[in-house]
């Protein structure tokens, strides 16, 4: 079955499979409960018709007293009885009635339909009981009951038997009661069902939950559900609409990742992607022709350090710049072709925080280098090449505050002409962003007043010809004359619109995984390295009852946990215990937690245990603490996930409870016997202990259960079972062996120490009374005289002997008991040699 299931479930959304497994639940629960009211029904129609039927006999009884003053007693009287003369108001139809005599013998001929009239075995039954309802069927199959009392006199039981027909009335009146009943369960299973899978299908890894959510999204509401005006109608709305949504933002997530790919693979400048182990995990054509590849495989998985810089000190001095500020710009570097050519590069790259994980822009300034310096040979040469530069070069005349000169990179960037720049035409103060403005003007007066540094750079905003915002990286040195004296600003302006936005791509990129780790189903914190709280999710603030906005920023970790302060695993694996030689010395002091180091994560200690201030009424937790490291290794926070296994663990408590019990008399069942009895003989053949077997049965206990049924046999067992307990000692293990038989295994004890406990049982129980609650006697008082007694089997543990043979000597020692005569005592004292003990002995004879 369940491979079908597998098979009919594969390649099914996670929407359908839910929906199947709702349905599949409505359609057994609405069986099994159907099921149930069905018999309900029946059986309260036939508690019902039992009722009438008793109502008849009474009157049958009462009708037989009044008459029997004019006969010579009850037979006469019910020869005499005409069946018209009981009330037709209680429907007295299809009855017989007849009497029979204490012995079983019919006493005066039936009065109504012979076919009711029971077999004679049945008749002697009733004789026997002498009073109340059976429940029959006649020859043809068909349901009877009969109800019968004795008279007053004693000489005579009458009988009422009638049909038992379906009584519309009465399932009527059962039947809707029922009904909605059988509503309100589907109902509240179908719902726990949902909740259930829910529970369980959040407990999925992120990457699933993401699979799973896009085969959803591509689920269709059937158009006829969304006409409905039910609640299925609204439902189907509503997924509907959940699912327009979640298409609306895959959509929108898809066309930012494709705007960023299209940022990156067209952008003129050089850009990569390194992973956290410092490997290059992507670049853009651009930097492929740069590095003197054909192809950009050739460059992924390779060793970011070793393929773009010629000197490894430069490399490091790189990536220690990098991971100290979190960003580089225009990073004087010496990179390498395949050819083995060098070239000069800036690079401006943001750290990811992870290892050596950044992303990172090349611009190849060679050439720019190169101009530069031809600037001292030849204004001509100097004018060509500045003129070529992808870069805005310029020159600001602080006397006439306008530009002398500006390069032609200047149209391509801003859509403005050079001889417009020139004209002041729009003035530069109008060209700036007005966000940006005032800063940049500060900035400028602030370099001239000589207050700033000789060389100065910074960034800022700009609105071209066609009034659309773009980024301009501005690098400027004060000219000054012969008397010192400010005389010009010259500098290069790059666009960096392209790097800008892939910062806003990285930026909003971080804030998502920050969004997700808030809305994980499972409690997070992050701990900082003073140990603060920097992330407690929304999680989090339902298993402790704390809010973020009270923990974050604080050191009180450790108060939804714990009385008094303590670290938390997360302030363990912050200090790094697990790698300082102190880890031995924290699990020993951590011992009630179950703590161990974690096999999921370098570094990381789990753990389980009950945290009473937890609420409601304490939580079992299971919590796993990991490091986060920065690229040298260094653990610079740690996160410490919680999952509440309080429900889980319960449940699995109780299970092996019912496994190991017997769930009528509460004692260990079988299956536990053996298995105890199994650790019992390691311990006796590692230590020599003395062990002991004893096997007990009620005697004539089938008798007792003809007699008095099944439901006061079960009450025997259960007071047998308490007087067993009460006679062995705690360390003792007292097992239901099956049926009416039963077991003790008496570890540390002879036969000499066996034997009195064997006795003392036996005696207790022939004390005991067993009569039935109710029960009366052939006088019709109350039976208190009912006993029972037990047969028991000793048997102790031989040298070398194994489990199996001590049981089987144990149990034909109980059997030579029985033999004897029962309600005895016997020791099987090996080599074939049993005694059975007089009643009272706690010992064996002096013969043996």
């Not at 719902?191 to 699979?211: I, K, N």
């Not at 946990?561 to 697990?578: I, K, N």
């Not at 000692?729 to 009416?740: I, K, P, Q, V």
Request: aromatic fraction near 6%; charged fraction near 25%.
């Amino acid at each position: 079955m369940r491979s079908v299931l597998n098979k009919w479930s594969h390649g099914m959304s996670v929407g359908a499979k839910l929906a199947a497994a709702l349905v599949l639940v409505a359609l057994v629960s609405s069986l099994v409960i159907t099921g149930v009211q069905q018999w309900y029904v029946r059986h309260s129609a036939e508690i019902y018709a039992k009722a009438h039927l008793k109502s008849h006999l009474k009157q049958v009884v009462d009708l037989v007293e009044r008459n029997q003053a004019n006969d010579s007693g009850p037979v006469e009287a019910l020869r005499h009885f005409k069946g018209d003369q009981l009330p037709a108001a209680h429907g007295a139809r299809d009855l017989l009635i007849f009497g029979i005599s204490p012995q079983g013998e019919l006493m005066a001929p039936p009065l109504g339909d012979r076919s009711l009239l029971p077999p004679r075995e049945i008749l002697r039954h009733m004789a026997s009981s002498a009073w109340g309802v059976l429940s029959l069927t006649d020859n043809n199959g068909r349901p009877m009951a009969v109800a019968y009392d004795r008279v007053p006199s004693g000489e005579l039981i009458l009988a009422v038997a009638s049909y038992q027909e379906p009584l519309s009335g009465v399932e009527e009146h059962y039947l809707w009661p029922a009904s909605l009943l059988t509503a309100l369960l589907v109902a509240a299973m179908v719902a726990l069902t949902a909740m259930l899978w829910g529970r369980w299908f959040l407990t999925r890894p992120l990457r699933l939950l993401t699979h799973e959510a896009e085969k959803a999204a591509q689920e269709l509401v059937p158009p006829e559900a969304l006409r409905r005006s039910d609640e299925l109608g609204r439902l189907s709305a509503a997924l509907s609409s959940l699912t327009s949504s979640a298409r609306d933002m895959v959509q929108k997530a898809q066309e930012e990742k494709a705007r960023f790919q299209r940022l990156f693979s067209q952008t003129k400048d050089g850009a990569f992607i390194v992973d956290q182990d410092g490997l290059v995990s992507d670049v853009n054509p651009a930097l492929v022709s740069m590095l003197g590849r054909e192809r950009r495989e050739q460059l992924l998985g390779a060793d970011s350090q070793a393929e773009f810089f010629v000197d490894p000190e430069e490399g490091q001095l790189y990536l220690n710049s990098l991971q100290a500020q979190g960003y580089v710009q225009d990073f004087p570097a010496t990179m390498h072709r395949l050819d083995g050519s060098t070239f000069e590069v800036l690079i401006t790259a943001t750290w990811a925080g992870l290892g050596q994980a950044r992303f990172g822009l090349v611009r190849d300034v060679t050439q720019l280098r190169h101009d530069q310096m031809a600037l001292h040979e030849s204004e001509a040469r100097y004018r060509r090449l500045v003129d070529n530069a992808p870069d805005i070069i310029y020159r600001w005349s602080l006397e006439h505050e306008r530009f002398e000169y500006v390069s032609s990179a200047v149209e391509q960037i801003t859509g403005y002409s050079v001889q417009r720049i020139l004209r002041d035409d729009p003035p530069l103060l109008k060209a700036i962003h007005p966000k940006h403005r005032d800063r940049v003007m500060a900035h400028w007066r602030r370099v001239v007043r000589g207050r700033g540094p000789a060389v100065s750079e910074q960034e800022f905003m700009i609105l071209d010809a066609r009034g659309r915002t773009r980024w301009l990286r501005e690098k400027s040195i004060l000219v000054r004359d012969e008397l010192d004296k400010p005389l010009a600003m010259e500098g290069i302006a790059t666009d960096i619109t392209e790097r800008k936005l892939l910062e806003q791509e990285l930026k909003r990129g971080q804030q998502m995984v920050e969004n997700t780790l808030q809305g994980l189903p499972t409690a997070v914190m992050v701990l900082d390295q003073e140990h603060k709280v920097v992330h407690w999710n929304r999680a989090m603030e339902r298993l402790t009852g704390f809010s973020a906005e009270e923990m974050v920023g604080t050191n009180r970790q450790w108060e939804p946990f714990y009385l008094s302060r303590r670290p938390v695993l997360a302030d363990l694996v912050l200090d790094d215990l697990a790698l300082d030689g102190n880890l031995e010395r924290v699990l020993k002091n951590n011992g009630e937690l179950s703590m161990k180091k974690s096999t999921l994560v370098d570094g990381g200690l789990e753990g389980e245990g009950f945290f009473p201030t937890v609420k409601p009424n304490g939580r079992q937790l299971y919590f796993l603490a990991a490091p986060i490291r920065d690229p040298e290794g260094k653990i610079v926070r740690s996160v410490e996930t919680l999952v509440d296994l309080s429900d889980k663990r319960r449940l699995e408590q109780e299970l092996r409870r019912l496994s190991v019990t017997d769930s009528l008399t509460g004692l260990y069942n079988q299956r536990f016997f053996y298995a105890t009895l199994s650790r019992e003989m390691q311990t006796v053949q590692r230590y020599g202990h003395s062990f002991s077997i004893l096997m007990a049965d009620i005697d004539f206990f089938k008798s007792y259960n003809d007699r008095f049924g099944h439901l006061a046999g079960d009450q025997a067992l259960v007071k047998f079972s308490q007087t067993l307990q009460g006679c062995v000692r705690g360390m003792d293990l007292a097992c239901r062996y099956g049926g009416e038989e039963f077991a003790v295994l008496l570890p540390r004890t002879a036969m000499s120490e066996a034997l009195p406990v064997a006795e003392r049982l036996r005696a207790e129980v022939a004390r005991l009374n067993f009569t039935p609650e109710g029960h009366h006697g052939s006088d019709g008082e109350v039976d208190r005289g009912v006993s029972l007694t037990v047969s028991v089997g000793v048997a102790t543990l031989g040298p070398t002997e194994e489990s199996q043979g001590v049981v089987r000597r144990a149990d034909d020692a109980l059997y030579a008991a029985k033999q004897a005569g029962r309600n005895l005592v016997a020791a099987d004292l090996r080599q074939g040699r049993i005694q059975v003990l007089p009643r009272g002995t706690q010992s064996l004879s002096s013969e043996e």
